[in-house]
C-alpha cells in the first residue's frame, strides 16, 4: 500500500498545507514537524510562486515571505528531504505549471522522488492538458493529484475515473482562503465521485473551523486545510509551531467524533 492509501485506510484523513520557507527556512521546518507530530494524516507542502493564482491573499502573503527569506525549490527539495529522515507521512507539493515547466519536469519529478515525495498538485493544469506533467510524474512515482471544482459538472467522473492518489475536491468556486459558510452542494458531488472511483476523495478550500471540518469529514475521505493554518504562521511567527500543533489536534477530534 502506497503512503497516500494508508493515510487513508482507517481514518478520515486530516491534510495540513504549509508554505515551504515560511517564514524562513529553520521555522517552516518546524512549524511540519509539530503539525505531523500533532496528528495530520498527509501535509501538503507549497513551494512558493510569484504569481499563485488559485492562492488568496494569506496564501500569496506566505509565498513573498518565504521568497523574501530565500526560499526556492532546491531548498524545498532540502526541506521535504530532512522531513522523510524522521516521517512517512505522505508528502505531496502544491506548486504550479511555470515552476515545474521551468525547472524541466523530468529533473522536477526526479528530484521530487528522490527527496521522497508523493505527490503533486498543480492547480493550474488543467484536466485535459495534464498528460504534459503525467507521464514523467509517473515514470518517477508521483501522483499527479486531480482536482475537481464544483464546476467540473459532466468531467465529474471522468477525472474521477482517472484519478492518483485522491482526489482533492474544491469546495467553494474563488480562491483559496477562510470562509464562514461552504453552501457548495458537495454531497452530490461526492456521489457522483464515488460512482467513477475507489479513490479517496478530500474537500479543501474554506475549511478554517472544527465544527466544518467534522462536517466534511461526514461527506468525504478527508479534510484540507490551508489558509487557517497559514494564519496561524502570519500571526506567531516563529512562535508557530505550537499554536499549529494545537490547531491540528483540535480539527482532529472533530473529526474522530463525526
Given at each position: 500500500?502506497?503512503?497516500?492509501?494508508?493515510?487513508?485506510?482507517?481514518?478520515?484523513?486530516?491534510?495540513?498545507?504549509?508554505?515551504?520557507?515560511?517564514?524562513?527556512?529553520?521555522?517552516?521546518?518546524?512549524?511540519?514537524?509539530?503539525?505531523?507530530?500533532?496528528?495530520a494524516?498527509?501535509?501538503?507542502?507549497?513551494?512558493?510562486?510569484?504569481d499563485?493564482?488559485?492562492?488568496?491573499?494569506?496564501?500569496?502573503?506566505?509565498?513573498?515571505?518565504?521568497?523574501?527569506?530565500?526560499?526556492?525549490?532546491?531548498?524545498?527539495?532540502?526541506?521535504?528531504?530532512?522531513?522523510?529522515?524522521?516521517?512517512?507521512?505522505?508528502?505531496?507539493?502544491?506548486t504550479y505549471?511555470?515552476?515545474?515547466?521551468?525547472?524541466?519536469?523530468?529533473?522536477?519529478?526526479?528530484?521530487?522522488?528522490d527527496?521522497?515525495?508523493?505527490?503533486i498538485?498543480?492547480?493550474?493544469?488543467?484536466?485535459?492538458?495534464?498528460?504534459?506533467?503525467?507521464?514523467?510524474?509517473?515514470?518517477?512515482?508521483?501522483?499527479?493529484?486531480?482536482?475537481i471544482?464544483?464546476?467540473?459538472?459532466?468531467?465529474?467522473?471522468?477525472?474521477?475515473g482517472?484519478?492518483?492518489?485522491?482526489?482533492?475536491?474544491?469546495?467553494?468556486?474563488?480562491?483559496?482562503?477562510?470562509?464562514?459558510?461552504?453552501?457548495?452542494?458537495?454531497s452530490?458531488?461526492?456521489?457522483?465521485?464515488?460512482?467513477?472511483?475507489?479513490?479517496?476523495?478530500?474537500?479543501?478550500?474554506?475549511?478554517?473551523r472544527p465544527?466544518?471540518?467534522?462536517?466534511?469529514?461526514?461527506l468525504?475521505?478527508?479534510?484540507?486545510?490551508?489558509?487557517?493554518?497559514?494564519?496561524?504562521?502570519?500571526?506567531?511567527?516563529k512562535?508557530?509551531?505550537?499554536?499549529?500543533?494545537?490547531?491540528?489536534?483540535?480539527?482532529?477530534?472533530?473529526?474522530?467524533?463525526?
Amino acid at each position: 500500500m502506497s503512503r497516500i492509501a494508508n493515510a487513508f485506510a482507517d481514518q478520515k484523513a486530516f491534510i495540513a498545507f504549509l508554505t515551504a520557507g515560511d517564514p524562513d527556512y529553520e521555522t517552516s521546518l518546524r512549524n511540519f514537524r509539530a503539525v505531523i507530530e500533532a496528528g495530520a494524516d498527509l501535509i501538503e507542502v507549497g513551494i512558493p510562486f510569484s504569481d499563485p493564482i488559485a492562492e488568496g491573499p494569506v496564501i500569496q502573503e506566505a509565498d513573498i515571505r518565504a521568497l523574501e527569506s530565500g526560499m526556492t525549490t532546491d531548498k524545498v527539495f532540502e526541506l521535504v528531504r530532512e522531513l522523510r529522515k524522521e516521517t512517512q507521512i505522505p508528502i505531496v507539493f502544491m506548486t504550479y505549471a511555470n515552476p515545474v515547466y521551468h525547472y524541466g519536469a523530468d529533473t522536477f519529478f526526479e528530484k521530487a522522488a528522490d527527496c521522497g515525495a508523493d505527490g503533486i498538485i498543480i492547480p493550474d493544469c488543467p484536466f485535459e492538458e495534464k498528460a504534459e506533467f503525467e507521464k514523467s510524474a509517473a515514470d518517477h512515482g508521483i501522483d499527479l493529484i486531480s482536482m475537481i471544482a464544483p464546476t467540473s459538472e459532466q468531467r465529474i467522473k471522468e477525472i474521477a475515473g482517472s484519478a492518483k492518489g485522491f482526489l482533492y475536491v474544491v469546495s467553494s468556486l474563488g480562491v483559496t482562503g477562510v470562509r464562514s459558510e461552504i453552501t457548495t452542494d458537495l454531497s452530490s458531488i461526492m456521489k457522483l465521485i464515488r460512482e467513477a472511483t475507489d479513490i479517496p476523495a478530500a474537500i479543501g478550500f474554506g475549511i478554517s473551523r472544527p465544527d466544518q471540518a467534522q462536517k466534511m469529514s461526514r461527506l468525504a475521505d478527508g479534510v484540507i486545510v490551508g489558509s487557517a493554518m497559514v494564519r496561524i504562521v502570519a500571526k506567531y511567527g516563529k512562535d508557530a509551531p505550537d499554536q499549529l500543533a494545537e490547531y491540528v489536534r483540535s480539527m482532529k477530534q472533530a473529526m474522530a467524533e463525526a
